[in-house]
């Protein structure tokens, strides 16, 4: 049984904490009442209580006293309330600290649109030095918070809810790489995001390649661009995003002779409940809207 | 017969006189400083720092707009070795107009209001997990208690009972728009942080023996909060309590004077 991401951060990180006495594990009061963390490993625990700003900034000061801080709190808290946190601790200051981020995109369904997170990627994107994930299932998310440990380079990871995604065999895409999840010559190439991105993708029965990609930074995105090119002149990138700051945007910049479309989080606010994919339906991330695409560039 | 705490207030009163000539130069530099509160702040710069010379302790200028004030503290106190005067607001120097980290001695960037008290908060925390014994001073400002983000700080540091966390806090009753006390005053503040949960003191922030006396006392599981009462300006007399002197611009023949005068 594949666990869900943040689920998967929990357990790996309490797992790697056995033996890296600098981990601190931090969250801000969602991070449930058995957290394997704390029960693990109780001194080096803080729930901060609801206070995102103070949780990013005293990760700095762990860091600098030679501390590995993760801290977790939900995506649209992490990136949007804690930003300028982010951008300093993260970004100018270039602190080993790893955030990890659950309910992104809209993951938080029927919780409303003050739980949905958009915009995350596109606002972390802009700060440079930060490495930006979004592994896809239980074995991805395991990899993406050991690389976060061992390279000691500031990470944002973004996750969903409470579903759980079965990884696609083979290592996890580090930095700048691709993962095919199929492959085939010629013709457009689906390129996903994410969780909610590579299912909609496995699901189609589109016959066209599938790429996806774990690390969404800029650096990565120049990187994977190149490999992408080699093999597609059109790419569809799906993501549980807005357009704006999306993935799809960079890599159109990034290949002007490709022809670069995008699936993903149009411009609403979803004011309905719902669960996951109907609250995705809303924003109008769903399979028809893939397929429309895909017809469209055939 | 003068005794050694005596004499060790009277060096650091000099040395203070010396960083105040500094923050002068640096107003009489083509950028000009933020030099109310750099004076204001500078004699808490002085005794945070010399009660803080062990490597597991810091001091963070969280009102990182006193920029010039740390700036001159540092090379008064022999931690930065180079005078930052002649090279402030430079192209090839550090001495930005906020602090950041490639300058010696400091350690976290500071300048957003809010961020440095809880980047020596998580000093703090760190030390104590350690066991170190080491501790941090956050200076902040009593406008920059405005920002929600000191609070959220305040309330975590009680609940995590830091009592290896001190905030200093430089209470020269000016802001970048006016007086502290006409655009959101602060009523009651040595309360409001003992009602967080924090040990509290109030001292005049231009004692250096009392100000040392303050810092050194201090042994409980509660943070403390130190509210310093200061002069914007202070030391140069035609400034002083002004609130047009947050930030200014002058000329040398007016630096000279000005720098003679300093008390």
Redesign the interface.
């Known amino acids: 049984m594949t666990l869900p991401g943040r689920d998967a951060y929990r357990a790996e990180l309490t797992a790697l904490a056995e033996t890296d006495e600098r981990i601190i594990c931090l969250e801000a009061d969602l991070g449930g009442k058995k957290h394997p963390f704390a029960e693990a490993h109780p001194d080096r625990f803080f729930n901060i209580g609801i206070a995102e700003g103070a949780m990013v900034d005293m990760a700095v000061g762990l860091a600098a006293a030679g501390y590995r801080p993760f801290i977790s709190t939900f995506a649209p808290f992490a990136a949007l309330r804690a930003t300028e946190s982010l951008k300093l601790a993260l970004g100018y200051i270039g602190a080993p600290i790893t955030v990890v981020a659950p309910y992104a995109g809209v993951s938080g369904a029927w919780f409303g649109t003050t739980h949905h997170s958009l915009e995350d990627i596109g606002i972390v994107r802009t700060v440079p030095g930060v490495a930006i994930a979004a592994p896809h299932g239980e074995a991805d998310m395991r990899a993406v918070v050991r690389h976060a440990l061992e390279t000691g380079r500031p990470h944002y990871i973004r996750t969903g809810r409470n579903a759980a995604y079965e990884s696609l065999p083979g290592d996890a895409a580090g930095p700048g790489e691709v993962k095919w999840a199929a492959r085939r010559p010629g013709g457009a190439c689906l390129v996903s995001v994410g969780e909610e991105a590579a299912r909609l993708c496995g699901e189609a029965e589109s016959g066209l390649s599938h790429a996806v990609l774990t690390y969404v930074d800029n650096e990565s995105l120049r990187t994977a661009a190149k490999e992408l090119s080699r093999h597609h002149s059109t790419l569809i990138v799906v993501e549980e995003h807005r357009t704006a700051g999306s993935a799809a945007e960079a890599l159109a910049l990034l290949l002007p002779e490709a022809e670069v479309h995008s699936v993903s989080a149009g411009d609403q606010w979803p004011a309905q409940g719902g669960d996951h994919a109907e609250t995705l339906a809303q924003v109008g991330l769903h399979p028809a809207a893939l397929a429309a695409k895909t017809a469209e560039t055939a | 017969m003068t005794t050694a705490t005596e004499e060790r207030t009277n060096a650091l009163e000099e040395r203070a006189k010396e960083a105040r000539r500094l923050v002068v130069d640096m107003a009489a530099s083509e950028r000009g400083c933020h030099l109310g509160g750099s004076l204001s702040a500078m004699d808490l710069l002085i005794a945070a720092l010399d009660g803080t010379r062990d490597e597991e302790s810091k001091v963070v200028l969280s009102k990182g707009h006193a920029a010039a004030g740390l700036y001159a503290a540092l090379h008064a106190m022999g931690i930065l070795e180079e005078d930052p005067a002649p090279r402030y607001g430079l192209l090839g120097h550090p001495y930005t107009g906020h602090p950041?980290?490639k300058v010696p001695g400091v350690?976290?960037?500071t300048g957003?209001l809010?961020?440095g008290l809880?980047?020596?908060?998580?000093?703090?925390?760190?030390?104590r997990?350690?066991g170190t014994g080491g501790r941090?001073v956050a200076i902040v400002g009593d406008g920059e208690l405005q920002e929600?983000?000191i609070w959220?700080?305040v309330?975590?540091a009680a609940?995590?009972a830091l009592g290896n966390l001190v905030i200093l806090v430089d209470r020269n009753g000016g802001q970048n728009d006016g007086l502290v006390g006409d655009i959101s005053p602060l009523p009651h503040l040595a309360e409001r942080f003992a009602a967080f949960g924090c040990d509290t003191a109030e001292v005049d922030g231009h004692d250096l023996a009392a100000l040392t006396r303050t810092l050194a006392a201090h042994d409980s599981p509660r943070p403390l909060a130190v509210v310093a009462n200061t002069v914007k300006g202070k030391g140069v007399r035609a400034v002083e309590g002004k609130a047009a002197s947050h930030y200014v611009v002058i000329d040398k023949a007016r630096a000279e004077k000005w720098k003679k005068g300093i008390r």
Not at chain 2, 119 to 125: E, N, Q, R, T, V
């Open positions: 950041g980290p350690s976290f960037p957003s809010g961020h809880p980047y020596a908060a998580g000093w703090a925390l760190a030390q997990l350690k941090a929600g983000l959220e700080t309330q975590v609940a995590r």
